[in-house]
C-alpha cells in the first residue's frame, strides 16, 4: 500500500504497483494524459455498476451527486491552497478557459492578450471573440526570451483598454514557466481580468492561484492529477467572479424569482450534469495523491526526474533542448538532428515502448517526466535517443521482427 511514510524506494515501487500502465512502456506522456490509479478505477467502476443495478432516478441519487461534487471541490480547492466555494468542476480546461475568455463584457470589442505558445483550449475562445465580436487579439512571442524579456514584453502589449490577459502558467509547446504572477500584476494596474491555463502546472508544480495574481485558473483532471477524461477544475478569484456575473446577468437571470438568491450554477460557473462515476474517481485520484503519496514528494520527484532527462539527452551529440533550463516544470521538449519529430517518435516507440508525444508546431517531442518515472527508465529513453542522434532515417539499423507462425 502506498504510504507517504515510506522510505523514498518502497514508496515509487508501490506508486507503481498502485498505477498498472506504467508497466506497459515507459510511461512519458502525462501532459497529455496520465496513467490511471488502480484505486480510482476502482471507485468508478463501483458507483457506475451501483447506476447500473439501482438507478440514477431516485432524489436522493442527486443529493449524493451534489455531494460528491462537494467532495471533488474539496480535493482540488487543497491543492490550490484555497476555498471550496472558489473553485467549479467544469468539463476540462478548454471549457474552464471558455468561461474565463466571456467573462468580460465584449459587447463593445476590446483587447485580449496572449502568447504565440498557447494551447488550441485557450486560442479557441479567443478567435471566436475576434471574429464575432470585433476583439484585438495580440500576441506576445517567448521563444528565446527570459523572464524579464516577456514581462517587458507583456508590459509593451497590455494597453489601457485591455480587458483580458490569457496565458499559460505552463507552456505546453516547451514546457518553460511563464511568469504569471509578474504579468498579472501589470494586467490589474491597467484593469484586465488574468486568465491562466492551468492544464501543464496542477498536480505538477505547486500552484496557488491567489499568489500568481490569478483571475480565472483552468486545469484538467487527467492530466498531471491522474483524473478521468472530461474533468477538470476552474478557480474564480471574488472580482471575477463578480465581473462574470454582472456581464452573465445582461443575458439572462441566475435568481431564484422566489427568494433573490443566487443559483450555485452562478457561483461556481457549472451550467451541466456531470458524468457521476468521473466526478467520484476525480475526487479519489487527487485525494490518494494528496494522502497516501505526499504532494511534497510528487513536485519534488517530477521535478528531479524531469532535470535528469535533461541531463541525459543535452549531453548526447545531436539533440537539441527546447525547454529553457533556468524556467522548467516537467516538460522536456528536444529535437534529434537529422530526424523529423513523427519518424523519431515512431523509432522510439517501437524499440523501446516510448509513450511520448509530437509538437508538431515544433517538428519536437516531447516527454513528461513524474514521480513515477524511473532513472532506469530514463538511461533507456537516453540510450533509444543515442542510438537515433548516431543515424539518420535511413541509416538507422533495421529493428528486430518476430515471425508469427501458424
Do not use: C
Not at 23 to 28: D, P, Q, R
Not at 163 to 184: D, E, F, N, Q
Not at 252 to 261: N, Q
Amino acid at each position: 500500500m502506498v504510504s507517504p511514510y515510506l522510505p523514498d524506494a518502497e514508496r515509487l515501487d508501490a506508486v507503481r504497483q498502485a498505477l498498472p500502465a506504467t508497466s506497459a512502456g515507459i510511461y512519458l506522456n502525462t501532459g497529455t494524459a496520465g496513467p490511471i490509479p488502480a484505486e480510482m478505477g476502482a471507485a468508478m467502476a463501483e458507483y457506475a455498476d451501483r447506476e447500473l443495478t439501482v438507478g440514477r432516478g431516485h432524489p436522493d441519487s442527486f443529493a449524493d451527486l451534489m455531494d460528491r461534487l462537494d467532495e471533488a471541490r474539496g480535493t482540488m480547492a487543497a491543492l490550490l491552497a484555497s476555498d471550496p466555494d472558489r473553485v467549479a468542476v467544469v468539463k476540462g480546461t478548454h471549457h474552464g478557459m471558455n468561461v474565463a475568455s466571456f467573462a468580460p463584457d465584449w459587447r463593445k470589442g476590446g483587447v485580449a492578450v496572449t502568447t504565440t505558445e498557447e494551447h488550441p483550449a485557450a486560442l479557441g475562445p479567443l478567435f471566436v471573440l475576434r471574429d464575432q465580436w470585433g476583439v484585438d487579439v495580440r500576441f506576445v512571442g517567448l521563444e528565446g526570451l527570459d523572464d524579464d524579456s516577456i514581462v517587458a514584453a507583456f508590459d509593451a502589449a497590455i494597453a489601457d483598454d485591455t480587458s483580458l490577459v490569457s496565458v499559460s502558467h505552463v507552456s505546453w509547446m516547451t514546457g518553460r514557466v511563464v511568469p504569471v504572477a509578474r504579468i498579472a500584476a501589470i494586467a490589474h494596474e491597467r484593469g484586465a481580468l488574468v486568465a491562466i491555463d492551468g492544464a501543464q502546472a496542477a498536480g505538477a508544480i505547486p500552484v496557488v492561484p491567489d499568489a500568481l495574481g490569478a483571475d480565472f485558473y483552468a486545469f484538467a483532471g487527467q492530466k498531471w492529477l491522474l483524473g478521468p477524461e472530461g474533468l477538470g477544475g476552474l478557480w474564480a478569484s471574488p472580482r471575477a467572479t463578480a465581473e462574470a456575473r454582472q456581464v452573465l446577468a445582461g443575458y439572462t437571470s441566475f435568481e431564484d424569482p422566489a427568494t433573490g438568491r443566487l443559483w450555485p450554477t452562478a457561483r461556481r460557473f457549472e451550467y451541466d450534469m456531470v458524468h457521476r462515476p468521473s466526478v467520484v474517481g476525480l475526487a479519489r485520484s487527487i485525494g490518494w495523491m494528496s494522502m497516501f503519496i505526499g504532494l511534497d514528494w510528487i513536485y519534488a520527484r517530477g521535478r528531479a526526474m524531469a532535470v535528469r532527462a535533461v541531463d541525459l539527452l543535452g549531453a548526447i551529440p545531436g539533440v537539441t533542448i527546447l525547454t529553457p533550463t533556468d524556467a522548467m516544470a516537467t516538460l522536456v521538449t528536444f529535437r534529434i538532428e537529422g530526424w523529423p519529430a513523427a519518424d523519431a517518435f515512431e523509432e522510439l516507440s517501437a524499440r523501446i515502448f516510448l509513450i511520448a508525444r509530437t509538437i508538431p508546431p515544433l517538428d519536437a517531442l516531447r516527454i513528461s517526466p513524474a514521480f513515477f518515472t524511473t532513472e532506469a527508465e530514463l538511461d533507456a529513453l537516453a540510450e533509444g535517443v543515442e542510438l537515433l542522434a548516431r543515424h539518420r532515417p535511413d541509416t538507422l539499423p533495421s529493428r528486430r521482427t518476430l515471425s508469427i507462425l501458424g
